[in-house]
């Protein structure tokens, strides 16, 4: 809900003076104080993108002349500009970190993550464990549903991985049925429960169509490990799951 000051100054568009007792009910103003005499200007901050914040100036009248009123506009829209712009930068470096479909860190910054997460496990003798996920018969669930099926799917799949893990716990989609999940603090034991308790809920879960299951892969990191070295593990984990029958766990012995 948008504060009633606030939406005063953006409603009417120009600079608006605002008196000290409205400014006080603003979160972080109230102990605000001002010279007798003084007054305070708010400058909605307008772009191209919308309202991007708000301005204020405390002068006294006397000081302010045209020339001073029109320099300060000047100084505002410049100051909106950039706003505008390090929202847009902001945005653009989310949007390159993460994956569109499940909000999950896509596959590079998962690699990003995970080089972090074994300098600290190294430096700090932790344990790090990494879940490799992959979903059973994925294609032929496309194939027999169509794509946008297989999309709610996936991202489903998404809100069962993030409501199964902690919140030190990180995520991503690696691939298009792919997930990883980073464990920090975790050894062999607490991750094979916690690929256990993802595999249930996604096998639990009233999935329109038909029955979806989950072939999981578990890696520990090991001294002098790569990012590639305990994907890999994962991997041939995930992969001894789905030999042995899909829809279990397996975790990488070597």
């Known amino acids: 809900m948008v504060h009633p000051v606030i939406e005063k100054v953006f409603l009417k568009v120009e ?13 972080g103003y109230t102990d605000l104080e001002i010279d007798a005499g003084n007054k305070i200007m708010i400058y909605p901050l307008w772009t191209s993108i919308g309202a991007v914040g708000l301005l ?4 006294s009248p006397d000081s302010m002349d045209e020339n001073d009123s029109r320099n300060l506009q000047i100084y505002v829209n410049f100051a909106a500009i950039a706003l505008a712009n390090a929202k847009i930068v902001s945005r653009l470096e989310r ?4 994956d569109f479909l499940t ?17 600290r496990a190294s430096r700090y003798r932790l344990p790090l464990a990494v879940i490799f996920l992959d979903i059973d018969d994925f294609k032929a669930y496309n ?13 489903k799949m998404a ?12 995520a991503g989609r690696f691939g298009g049925e792919e997930f990883v999940i980073i464990l920090p603090g975790t050894d062999e034991e607490g991750a094979v ?18 029955k979806v299951t989950a072939s999981l892969g578990i890696a520990l990191a090991k001294n002098n490990d790569s990012v590639e070295s305990l994907l890999e593990r994962a991997d041939r984990a995930l992969y001894q799951a789905k030999r042995e029958g899909k829809n279990r766990c397996c975790s990488a012995l070597s």
């Open 56 to 59: 204020g100036i405390m002068f």
């Open 95 to 98: 949007e390159a970190e993460t």
């Open 143 to 155: 194939d027999t549903f169509g794509h946008v099926a297989g999309d709610v799917m996936v991202q």
């Open 103 to 119: 909000g999950f860190f896509n596959k590079r910054t998962i690699r990003n993550i995970l080089i972090s997460e074994l300098e």
């Open 159 to 170: 809100e069962i991985i993030k409501n199964s893990i902690r919140t030190v716990d990180i």
């Open 193 to 210: 429960a916690v690929a256990e308790r993802i595999r249930k809920a996604i096998g639990n879960y009233p999935f329109p169509h038909r």
């Open 15 to 27: 600079p608006t003076f605002l008196d000290i007792d409205e400014l006080k009910t603003l979160d």
